[in-house]
């Protein structure tokens, strides 16, 4: 069987279907954003994100320092997707001849860079050759309350779907840099046109972890019962939810949030917005449920849009076009196992 044929998760799920839990102080293992382990006073969370040269950067237009900081930042997005708080990072690198010391100095600027902004210490890692460019394995241990922690599986029929930010524009902001470094091919002082677009581009090489959102989710006293962040895509994210916690979903496409500049870019490249809003990916949002009793209170937190519902599993999991109609969502976000992924 190829493994293009399962793709990335279920690939997780084969691989980890019945794994025996044989320790009393790990809470929750394979199958969300982050294990849980039960500490004395707290909640331990562990998550770990592999990066590729060639599969999840490019070079060519991604600075060092940049992926530095955005292979730290999405780890601790993993934290707060689970209502933690990160506290410590190890850092693994795979690093090919053609690299000095002063590029692996500037990757770890960035990374320093994300651990001082986000009060995460940096404590260990290891490093090795490697054949075939830059590897990076970053491993996040954070903390959270163990009346506080959310998982995917708690989503109820009637719950608020929710979403911070906007989306779409990382996936935006993605094809702009690959059109513009194939415009450059062959040209010697090539200046790339981000003019009026420069949300996109940062979007795309300096996300940022919504801390804010926890801490003001946190102001207003509202616990979310299911939550992830958004690395894959709405739909993608969305369907996980639904699973793991066997209800199914209305989302309404006129409330998804998507920015201008987003919008703008779509238009130029002749691209389906609400399609690159549902599944485009790295936008590293926080898509959670809330009690129908939250609405109110949901309202106060800024950034916050409220999207859809929950509904019982035999309803399926939908949105609602303008016009009124259903249509079916379907994972079509980013996935690096699959043959040819809908995000390339």
């Not at 394979?30 to 500490?39: E, Q, S």
């Not at 936008?283 to 609405?295: I, N, S």
């Not at 609602?320 to 690096?336: H, V």
Request: aromatic share 6%.
């Amino acid at each position: 069987m190829e493994i293009s044929h399962l793709g990335e998760f279920g690939l997780i799920d084969r691989l980890t279907k019945d794994l025996p839990i044989v320790n009393a102080s790990t809470v929750k293992g394979v199958g969300d954003d982050c294990a849980v382990l039960r500490n004395k006073e707290s909640d331990i969370l562990v998550t770990t994100d592999l990066l590729l040269e060639g599969v999840h950067f490019d070079l060519t237009y991604v600075p060092l320092k940049h992926l530095g900081y955005k292979s730290a930042v999405v780890n601790f997005s993993d934290v707060y997707a689970m209502n933690g708080t990160p506290r410590q990072i190890t850092v693994s690198l795979g690093i090919s001849s053609r690299f000095t010391v002063e590029h692996i100095e500037e990757l770890y600027s960035g990374i320093r860079l994300a651990c001082e902004i986000y009060g995460v210490d940096l404590v260990g890692g290891d490093t090795t050759s490697s054949r075939q460019g830059l590897v990076i394995s970053i491993t996040c241990i954070g903390e959270a309350q163990a009346d506080k922690v959310v998982l995917r599986s708690g989503a109820r029929d009637t719950d608020l779907i929710c979403v911070s930010g906007d989306l779409g524009a990382a996936y935006m902001g993605l094809q702009l840099l690959e059109r513009e470094k194939a415009a450059s091919a062959g040209q010697k002082d090539f200046e790339p046109q981000f003019q009026g677009k420069e949300y996109l581009v940062e979007r795309q090489l300096k996300p940022e972890a919504r801390r804010d959102v926890i801490e003001a989710l946190e102001k207003e006293a509202i616990l979310p019962t299911a939550m992830m962040d958004i690395s894959d895509g709405l739909s993608s994210e969305l369907l996980h939810i639904c699973k793991a916690g066997n209800v199914g979903c209305r989302i309404y496409e006129d409330r998804i949030p998507i920015d201008y500049q987003t919008a703008i870019m779509a238009e130029e490249l002749g691209m389906n917005l609400v399609t690159a809003a549902l599944n485009g990916g790295e936008d590293y949002e926080l898509l959670f449920t809330v009690p129908l009793h939250c609405h109110e209170q949901i309202q106060k937190v800024a950034g916050v849009k409220v999207i859809g519902h929950i509904t019982k599993p035999e309803l399926g999991c939908a949105m609602i076009t303008r016009d009124g109609s259903e249509l079916a969502l379907r994972a079509q976000g980013w996935n690096p196992l699959a043959a040819h992924s809908d995000s390339d």
